[in-house]
């Protein structure tokens, strides 16, 4: 059952193909702000993921975060998501991004329970509107 305080955990090392220099987010060889989200996304979703009915998924809205710190190649950066409330189909998480010194990012990222088939049948309807 889904409820408040589910937690999510997920580790990713830091190598050439997530730098902010390879993601164009930057000139530098170090974990990159996008990868940071992206894996605070990638989270969120998979504490919830095996929760959800059968049919369902979750999809991003909403990211805010401070990327604190720089975490150079070679090191891991662990995150670490709690679901802090549920209103309907809006979760909201607190996520939080540490590498081996210290805490490096954190916020909060929103998403909203889905149902695949339909989510995807409304997606695709756009191609006829073109």
């Known amino acids: 059952?889904?409820?408040?305080g589910v937690k999510g955990f997920k580790t990713v090392k830091v190598e050439e193909s997530n730098t902010a220099i390879n993601m164009?987010?930057?000139d530098l060889p170090?974990?990159?702000t996008p990868a940071m989200i992206a894996l605070m996304e990638a989270t969120s979703s998979a504490s919830i993921k095996h929760l959800l009915c059968e049919g369902n998924s979750s999809v991003g809205t909403f990211v805010s975060v401070h990327h604190l710190s720089a975490t150079p190649i070679d090191m891991t950066v662990r995150c670490e998501s709690e679901l802090v409330k549920i209103d309907r189909k809006r979760l909201v998480f607190k996520v939080f991004a540490f590498d081996e010194c210290g805490l490096i990012g954190e916020g909060t990222h929103e998403r909203f329970i889905i149902t695949k088939e339909k989510f995807l049948n409304k997606t695709y309807e756009?191609?006829?509107r073109e």
């Open 24 to 26: 164009g987010s930057g």
């Open 126 to 128: 756009k191609r006829g």
């Open 1 to 4: 059952m889904l409820d408040v």
């Open 30 to 32: 170090v974990f990159s």
